[in-house]
């Protein structure tokens, strides 16, 4: 058996380089790439020395990308993969201690959005011989207990690096989960950082190029006769479109079954743009952010085809939306945990496999006619309502515009090639229900875990992963605060986002919701925060800190001309608007099961939870 005598961290970085990926162009030819796109490093004692070598030796094959922030990192690394539909992936280096940790809440963000993410923090010492190593967590009833075992409960599959010869199989086993449909999801190898430098005869094969291509699983032909004879049955359809059929590259064969057969679609934050808006069968959102449209449609559905969603609180209005007579949900997902949800019929398939087959066996079957005619009516009418909302006169005086208004400006700015992208707050439901997307991918949504945060590095994930498309990150004071960093590494690397910050001054999304809930208004929006002084913060002036071209406009106008500024600009343009946090579109949307507290002093609280019992009477539970 030939071998190579390397250092774990080496034999490690070389069998990175070794994986590929086939990947479709938009000329409909098929391209193989290296499955790892580059990997995001922030060094420290735990990676610097065996890990920095490592990389710094393969950095042609495989490039290293240097962060401000190690959770943001993350993100972006989290961001490229979902863009490129969980083709291509990143990987992300830190050292032990608070630099691993920081990646724990990026964790989960894949976790939930069941996205690939290789995490490479580097461990304590396997020989124990400095005990305790600068940054190591000590745990006294348990010696093998490291800060890496904080990223178990967020890993798709974890292990710890103990002994060099121990990255063959942990590697293999990595590369499986990140390329399963069904069990995709971050991966956490935490490398012990003596290990790291420890030589070790790795075998040739280890090192061996492997092409590796989307597994596409057919579905069971008892679940596919069982699906059909419930559709075959049903006299009002509707199709669930989740962010599984954007993974599964499923958009064409979505669309030609819709048309095929007369049904309705609602789309989900994460399934948005897998149709194009202007698709007849497109409903637009659904749920507690949906439009009138989808949920008047949804809620009076007999039959719920599922495809790709793991049916969310924020999907199903809290399993209260669907209150069709005797309905009935077909879970058509990769994923048997998220298929058999809520007693669905489950269709164990990947999303394209699943709708060709579903549709061969239906033939020339159609949703009553009537049902389709509907469906074209509330389209039109919703249509109607959201053009009042975003295309809202200018308001008067010193009024404020509200977030609907920005998004609307936004849009008659943007083209269709264009990505937007956001994350948190109050814009993910003005942005679902109102954003009309006409391309795959152009409506980029982190809201699985609605990680505050995630938007800049986002966006510059994004970019790197789709460089030809502009990516217009929309974000509202409050994330940009929390984690902006990634807005200097944008202009580090040359890759330019535009920056919509819109400042409501405060936390605007749960003031109206503590609101809604009979609450007060407390500790949300700055001027009901304990302060001595209220903060005014230059958003302009802080991106132009960081190296962007930065502008604040005055209004809606203002707004619009600066897009085309930043539309022209070569460098990262940051635009900040004011906002008033109050407003929001109330047409569209459902109930969502927010607790209102039995006992109160407050009448308004009160009178929430009457209104929020008598809510509960439509939940679907367990069925």
């Known amino acids: 058996m030939r071998t190579i005598r390397l250092t774990m961290a080496q034999a490690l970085v070389r069998a990175m380089a070794a994986q590929k990926t086939v990947v479709d162009t938009a000329a409909g030819e ?9 990997v995001w490093g922030i060094f420290g004692h735990g990676n610097v020395a065996a890990m920095g070598e490592a990389l710094y030796g393969a950095r042609d094959q495989l490039p290293t990308f ?25 990987a992300c280096t830190t050292s032990i201690g608070p630099g691993a940790l920081n990646m724990v809440t990026a964790a989960a963000v894949a976790h939930v959005n069941r996205l690939p993410l290789l995490l490479l923090p580097g461990d304590v010492f396997a020989s124990r011989r400095p005990d305790p190593v600068l940054q190591q967590i000590e745990v006294w009833a348990d010696g093998t207990v490291s800060a890496n075992d904080a990223f178990r409960p967020v890993s798709r599959y974890f292990d710890r690096i103990t002994r060099p010869e121990q990255i063959i199989p942990a590697f293999a086993r990595a590369m499986q989960v990140l390329t399963d449909p069904a069990e995709c999801g971050p991966v956490t190898l935490g490398l012990c950082q003596d290990v790291q430098a420890e ?72 399934g948005k743009s897998a ?86 066996a239906l033939g020339g079957w159609t949703a009553p006619g009537s049902w389709t005619a509907k469906a074209a009516g509330v389209k039109a009418a919703w249509f109607n309502v959201a053009r009042g909302y975003t295309d809202a006169p200018e308001p008067a005086g010193n ?27 109050g814009l993910p439901g003005e942005l679902h229900k109102l954003w009309q997307a006409e391309r795959p991918g152009g409506y980029h949504m982190e809201y699985g875990f609605s990680c505050m945060g995630y938007e800049i590095a986002g966006g510059l994930g994004v970019k790197m992963a789709e460089p030809a498309r502009e990516v217009i990150v929309m974000v509202g004071d409050g994330s940009y605060l929390m984690l902006n960093s990634e807005l200097a590494t944008s202009v580090m690397l040359g890759l330019k986002l535009t920056l919509v910050i819109l400042d409501n001054r405060g936390f605007g999304c749960i003031n109206r919701l503590q609101h809604a809930t009979g609450g007060a208004g407390f500790n949300n929006l700055l001027k009901d925060a304990r302060h001595e002084v209220l903060p005014e913060v230059d958003f302009a002036l802080h991106a132009r800190s960081l190296g962007a071209v930065s502008e604040k406009v005055e209004n809606l106008a203002g707004l619009m001309d600066a897009l085309k500024r930043a539309r022209a600009s070569d460098r990262s343009y940051a635009i900040v608007i004011d906002t008033d946090p109050l407003p929001s579109t109330d047409a569209g949307g459902h109930w969502w ?30 069925n």
């Open 30 to 38: 098929t391209r193989t790439l290296p499955f790892f796109g580059g």
């Open 66 to 90: 240097r962060a401000h922030n190690e959770q943001a990192m993350a993100h972006a690394a989290i961001a490229y993969t979902k863009a490129l539909r969980r083709r291509r992936v990143m």
């Open 199 to 270: 030589a070790y005869d790795f075998p040739m094969s280890f090192f061996e190029e492997r092409i590796w291509q989307p597994r596409r699983p057919r579905p069971d032909a008892v679940e596919l006769a069982a699906a059909v004879m419930l559709l075959r049955e049903a006299k009002r359809p509707f199709i669930l479109c989740g962010g599984g059929t954007l993974y599964a590259e499923a958009e064409r064969e979505l669309a030609a079954f819709a048309e095929a057969h007369g049904i309705p679609v609602g789309e989900t934050q994460a």
């Open 275 to 360: 149709l194009p808006a202007s698709h007849p069968m497109n409903m637009g959102a659904v749920g507690v952010t949906g439009t009138g449209a989808a949920n008047e449609m949804a809620s009076g559905a007999d039959v719920i085809l599922a495809v790709g969603t793991r049916l969310q609180d924020f999907t199903t209005g809290s399993w209260a939306l669907f209150q069709g007579e005797g309905r009935r949900i077909i879970g058509l997902n990769t994923q048997g945990f998220d298929a058999a949800k809520h007693h669905a019929q489950p269709l164990l398939a990947d999303a394209r496999a699943g709708l060709m087959e579903l549709g061969a």
């Open 399 to 425: 009024a404020l515009p509200s977030d609907a208004q920005v998004v609307g400006a936004v849009q008659r700015q943007s083209r269709v090639s264009d990505v937007v992208l956001c994350a948190a707050g």
């Open 593 to 622: 099961d927010v607790a209102v507290p039995e006992v109160s002093e407050r009448a308004e609280v009160r009178a929430a939870r009457e209104e929020y019992v008598a809510a509960l009477g439509r939940q679907f539970i367990g």
